[in-house]
């Protein structure tokens, strides 16, 4: 089996990961979004990688979904939204066994792509990292952080695991990886859509933490009846934490809409309500949440699901 790093994706951590991989030694390859973005890649020639005032230049090989030959392991950096149908343009490629690294916020998105590659492994991943693109093929690696990754339906870490530790990217395979998925999306549902209605970075929070508490309170019960016990431990202590941790970052959701992006909501409140339905449960606040941060989207000339 090819030990080739596929990169679908070259947004921020998309970059991060295949700059990191480069230098470490491995072979790396981009798989961007059409011909123009391919073209537009190929007049740089380099993905830069920013770290303090610290810049390094990878030369590294990028296709399109239409390029020759076979994938064997993925990363799929891209947004939630797109990770699906970026996937089915490349099912005819995939091996029989590949793998693919599932780098997504939220949860849903996953069972979608397994849906488009259903010989394929599907390893979760959860990340902490920080980086942002500060001008195309340029990314800063703006904070330290961790990487968790698993695979609900096999316990085993796969081969290449140990990649990640040559290349620098902090990483533990965990056998719990859907209780974290869960946790990142309570963290997200209680943060990422007030920043957005009271357009603030994510200290800004702190002047209305009752609001973040009664969020908290129904994203407790949630995880608690859809079996995730772990994930509800402590959540309000922690939202609190990250945001004091986090006050001078704008939250993804927050950029996603400043910069005229769909946003995620489908895969962060929208499945929380949606495993709540299933629940037979009635959570007010986050309906409420949910429908202003649609008002909101919809005001803006962006799509709402």
């Known amino acids: 089996m090819s030990s080739t790093w596929h990169i679908l994706g070259a947004g921020s951590l998309g970059s991060l990961w295949a700059c990191r991989l480069a230098r470490a030694g491995k ?12 073209a537009d890649y190929q007049a740089t020639g380099t993905l830069t990688l920013v770290e303090g005032e610290q810049r390094s230049h990878y030369a590294i090989p990028a296709e399109t979904a239409r390029g020759a030959g076979p994938i064997h392991r993925l990363l799929v950096a891209c947004k939630a939204y797109d990770a699906a149908p970026a996937v089915a343009r490349l099912a005819p490629r995939l091996s029989a066994g590949a793998e693919l690294v599932l780098l997504q916020n939220g949860l849903g998105s996953q069972d979608e792509v397994a849906e488009q590659a259903p ?3 599907c390893i979760f991943a959860s990340s902490t990292e920080g980086a942002f693109r500060e001008s195309d093929w340029q990314v800063r690696f703006a904070g330290q952080g961790f990487n968790w990754l698993g695979d609900p339906a096999n316990p085993a870490p796969p081969p290449w695991f140990d990649d990640l530790q040559e290349a620098g990217i902090p990483a533990e395979w965990r056998l719990d990886i859907l ?18 209605l009271h357009d603030c970075q994510n200290g800004g929070l702190l002047g209305h933490l009752p609001e973040v ?7 407790t019960v949630l995880l608690q009846r859809c079996g995730q016990p772990g994930a509800a431990e402590n ?57 202003r941060l649609v008002d909101n989207l919809t005001a803006r000339g962006l799509p709402g699901t």
């Open 213 to 219: 508490d009664a969020l908290c309170a129904e994203l």
């Open 119 to 121: 010989h394929a492994r």
């Open 27 to 38: 072979a790396v390859r981009l798989i961007l979004r059409d011909e123009q973005r391919l």
């Open 179 to 196: 209780s974290r998925l869960w946790r990142k999306l309570a963290l997200n549902c209680a943060i990422n859509p007030l920043t957005v």
């Open 235 to 291: 959540l309000q202590e922690d939202v609190q934490r990250v945001i004091l941790a986090t006050a001078a970052n704008y939250s993804s959701m927050y950029q996603d809409v400043r910069q005229r992006r769909r946003s995620e909501i489908h895969y962060l409140l929208g499945h929380a309500l949606r495993t709540a339905a299933r629940h037979g449960l009635v959570l007010p606040q986050l309906e409420h949440l949910h429908q």
